[in-house]
């Protein structure tokens, strides 16, 4: 398997680690078929993601890709966080092997978790982001 110099740097450097206390928002995700966990954390000021933290007890295409996609929605408005997708992960990762595509969708589903708890946080219907 033949992984990206980005994959690889942000598995050996991931950004963003840790958690954030009284984070507006966390989201919890894992996938049954590896077991993988991934848990982020946002806070938001003025409806921008002022801060996002994840932690990932999984591989390494999953840590790599959670440590992408706070990058990726560091400074956006909520609104653009939650239409981060798996594919935007993997292109700004210059792709994962196919066997590794899953670890970017929990990248993914990990952040519109974050953002629904904040959402109920406030009271806005987390139905708008099904
Ligand atoms: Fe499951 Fe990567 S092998 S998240």
């Keep these: 398997m033949v992984y990206s110099e980005k994959v690889i740097d942000h598995f050996a450097n991931p950004r963003n680690v840790g958690e ?3 984070a507006d928002g966390i989201g919890e995700v894992g ?4 077991g993988d966990i991934m848990k982020m954390y946002i806070k938001v ?10 932690k990932t007890f999984g591989c390494g295409a999953a840590i790599a890709t959670s440590s992408m996609a706070t990058e990726l929605i560091k400074g956006k ?35 519109k978790a974050a953002v629904g708890d904040y959402y109920k946080k406030i009271g806005v219907d987390p139905e708008i982001i099904k």
């Design 20 to 22: 954030i206390e009284n």
């Design 31 to 34: 996938n049954s078929k590896c």
């Design 45 to 54: 000021d003025d409806n921008k993601i002022s801060d996002v933290k994840f």
């Design 77 to 111: 408005s909520v609104d653009d966080a939650l239409k981060l997708t798996n594919k935007a992960v993997m292109e700004a990762l210059d792709g994962l092997p196919p066997v590794k595509v899953h670890c970017s969708v929990l990248a993914e589903e990990a952040i």
